[in-house]
Nanobody, 123 residues
Framework: QVQLVESGGGLVQAGGSLRLSCAASGRTFSNYAVGWFRQAPGKEREFVAGVSWGGSSTYYADSVKGRFTISRDITKNTVYLRMNSLKPEDTAVYYC????????????????WGQGTQVTVSS
């Protein structure tokens, strides 16, 4: 089992920044790829960014490329999502998820999920 806890969400004005954290406990977290997803009201959960198990490979949705940065600190069992130049359309509940080894963009391919953290961007 892997337990995931997100933090760092909040209310920010458009153009601002936030850093989300995903802290893991349980099995050897370094063996797992981690993805960040988000879900806005009335919309499906969508892939935002992912980092491979070793941290050497990262992936981004086109909508966030150049604005968001995913990273992981293996010593702290934590994955971060740095979000810059936030837009109102980034408003959503953000979830981190883990699966063995490789990043996938489909939510149903992830085994473990956090409870989510709300990000609200005002215009």
């Amino acid at each position: 089992q892997v337990q995931l806890v997100e933090s760092g969400g909040g209310l920010v004005q458009a153009g601002g920044s936030l850093r989300l954290s995903c802290a893991a406990s349980g099995r050897t977290f370094s063996n797992y790829a981690v993805g960040w997803f988000r879900q806005a009201p009335g919309k499906e959960r969508e892939f935002v960014a992912g980092v491979s198990w070793g941290g050497s490979s990262t992936y981004y949705a086109d909508s966030v490329k150049g604005r968001f940065t995913i990273s992981r600190d293996i010593t702290k069992n934590t994955v971060y999502l740095r979000m810059n130049s936030l837009k109102p359309e980034d408003t959503a509940v953000y979830y981190c998820a883990a699966r063995p080894t490789l990043v996938r963009v489909r939510a149903d391919e992830y085994d473990y999920w956090g409870q989510g953290t709300q990000v609200t961007v005002s215009s």
